[in-house]
């Protein structure tokens, strides 16, 4: 085993790590964080953020999952101008907000709307873990709950790509009780005879595991995300014992009986437009 | 031994003085009469400063007080005829949990809620009121049962949290919370949440969705405990009373927020000191809760829950 361990590490010691940082460009390679290899950064862009060796699934922005998934041009963004508040005055939370603006180039962490794949259109949220870890506050909430309303009254599936690390704690109880709110509007979609698929990527976590992403008609996830209610530290201390490495993976959920499937990136789009063909027409109860 | 909190030391020390007095009074041929009345006004006096001067943290420190009443306390005094249920069917007994059905002045009705334990021996065997998936399941079971046979739903949240552990996650803490949110929104029957002691996060929100969410005074509700937030925030879990205070967790910051509908306001010095005194101040408001709500149609009643939740949160709209 330990003999393994180190064969391991030093056939990967000798990619030419050093070399490429000196004479490759900043930015033009890129390491895989599941076996450390090198890559052409366009290469694994290519791949959509997929390792061609290993296959760990990197996360892909909101733009990049919604690039990667609708027809082109069929995509329409709803609630763009919806941003956060300060409800409790919460000290530097303003500026936070600002620095993941900037950083990640969206004003919220979920990008909401509708679009089409493969010809069938859907209304969809895809969360991004970059801004402010993908945290549902008032805006996150009213976002989603906005969509799946929409996709009620126009009679669309919603499709959500959850990526959260849980509730926006700086809004306290009103981050909490966007759980609630979105879970009256999907009470109300599913009561309609709505569609609901939700993918759980990497991460989804606390609050938004606990609601909308765990009570689709479908719940699926990307290989490898980390999915659930709450985190491995504190269960460690709280029952004092180590925790198996593949703990609150997808495939760990999956074998427990939590997911309907794990879907890898290359093969999404073709399940979705499969299980959209699957649910066509839409069977509207009288 | 009681457990005495920070804030009303000054209380307990003037009432131990008193009782001292007395005694010595009954005890002995020395009247001390005029001093014991001067001292209980000013016992008065400093109750009212002190109790009706609490401090967030204060309220934590209330709401988590061993001796608070619970659930089934409660349970006690506003119903009859309460027959305690046990079981999800799929895997256990989860008794962080309680439910069952009962009489609330004559009429029938269903009654949920986290069970934690007085005692040490208690706490173990309802795992300190935090439950596992089986408990919400239980719970839900109950509550698609009241639907059927049109019973008001009555849910009393009192939790740190859902339990943090390798079998609940196994068995899908997330799932069973998840799936009571999108249940108790549906559900045809009047739903009245009473937050009675600690509201910890997706474990309270659990059996937390519905028509009415009123909170005891002292009770607080919040989206993670003040020592988890100081830790994640300030990476120092001791700054948890500075959490308490910026994070809006009593009543009257929820009632602020427009999350909760009222406060029910508690005895001096706290519900503890009378689970009856204090069951009849839950008693008038649940009464007229419970008349409202039924006085609807069942169209009003889902179409009101949705205008309710649609309505909270805070946010701004770019130009
Ligand atoms: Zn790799």
């Not at chain 2, 209380?11 to 014991?36: G, N, Q, Y």
């Not at chain 2, 006690?76 to 007994?93: A, K, P, Q, S, V």
């Not at chain 2, 009770?219 to 300030?234: K, M, Q, R």
Request: net charge negative; hydrophobic share 35%.
């Amino acid at each position: 085993m330990l003999k393994d361990f180190f064969s391991k590490k030093k056939k990967y010691a000798s990619v030419p790590r050093k070399e490429a940082k000196q004479d490759i460009p900043e930015g033009l390679m890129q390491k895989c964080l599941g076996c450390q290899k090198i890559f052409y950064r366009k290469e694994m862009k290519k791949n959509l953020h997929v390792c061609p060796h290993c296959e760990h699934h990197h996360p892909l922005n909101a733009g990049e999952r919604i690039d990667s998934l609708f027809d082109e041009g069929s995509f329409q963004e709803w609630d763009q101008q919806l941003v956060s508040a300060n409800p409790l005055h919460f000290p530097d939370y303003e500026e936070k907000l600002e620095k993941d603006r900037n950083k990640s180039g969206l004003n919220e962490a979920v990008v909401t709307g509708k679009g089409e794949i493969n010809g069938f259109e859907t209304a969809f949220a895809v969360m991004d873990s970059r801004f402010r870890m993908g945290s549902m506050g008032s805006v996150v909430g009213e976002k989603i709950a906005r969509a799946i309303e929409r996709a009620k009254e126009s009679s669309l599936p919603f499709i959500v790509f959850t990526a959260s690390g849980g509730a926006r704690m700086q809004e306290g109880i009103l981050s909490l009780m966007q759980m609630s709110k979105t879970s009256v509007a999907i009470q109300r979609f599913r009561e309609s005879g709505g569609l609901m698929i939700s993918v759980m990527t990497h991460p989804t976590t606390g609050g938004v595991s606990a609601s909308f992403a765990s009570v689709g008609d479908y719940n699926f996830a990307e290989p490898g995300a980390l999915i659930g209610f709450a985190g491995r530290r504190i269960i460690e201390q709280t029952i004092r014992e180590d925790l198996p490495d593949d703990f609150q993976t997808a495939e760990f959920l999956l074998q427990h009986g939590q997911l309907d499937k794990v879907i890898p990136r290359s093969e999404m789009k073709h399940v979705l437009t499969t299980i959209l063909d699957i649910h066509q027409p839409r069977g509207d109860r009288p | 031994m009681k457990q005495v909190l920070d804030f009303e030391k000054p209380v307990i020390e003037l009432k131990e003085k008193i009782a001292e007095l007395k005694k010595f009074t009954s005890d002995s041929d020395i009247d001390l009469t005029d001093e014991i009345s001067t001292l209980e006004k000013r016992l008065e006096r400093l109750e009212d400063d002190i109790y009706g001067n609490l401090k967030p943290w204060d309220r934590v420190q209330m709401a988590r007080y061993p001796e608070r009443p619970t659930t089934l306390d409660y349970v006690g005094e506003l119903f009859t005829d309460f027959i305690e249920f046990h079981g999800d069917r799929h895997f256990g007994d989860d008794e962080a949990i309680v439910a069952g059905i009962a009489k609330y002045k004559q009429k029938s009705v269903t009654i949920v809620g986290h069970q934690r334990g007085k005692d040490t021996k208690e706490n173990i065997r309802r795992n300190f009121g935090m439950p596992h998936p089986e408990g919400y399941r239980k719970a839900l079971r109950h509550m698609q049962q009241a639907e059927k046979f049109n019973r008001p739903i009555i849910s009393f949240i009192d939790t740190k949290g859902a339990y943090p552990g390798k079998a609940a996650e196994e068995r899908g803490q997330s799932e069973a919370i998840a799936r009571n949110l999108v249940e108790m929104a549906g559900l045809k029957v009047p739903i009245i949440c009473i937050v009675i002691g600690e509201g910890g996060s997706g474990g309270a929100l659990g059996l937390g969705v519905g028509d009415r969410i009123h909170m005891l005074e002292n009770s607080t509700y919040s989206v993670i405990s003040p020592e988890g937030a100081a830790a994640l925030l300030w990476k120092d879990s001791n700054q948890a009373q500075r959490a308490a205070e910026s994070m809006g967790i009593t009543s009257y910051d929820l009632k602020k927020l427009g999350v909760v509908d009222q406060i029910i306001p508690e005895l001096k010095g706290g519900a503890h000191r009378s689970i009856k005194e204090q069951s009849e101040k839950i008693d008038t408001v649940l009464a007229a809760s419970l008349e409202e709500l039924q006085s609807l149609t069942t169209n009003e009643l889902i179409e009101n829950r949705w205008e309710k939740y649609k309505q909270i949160g805070e946010y701004k709209e770019l130009e």
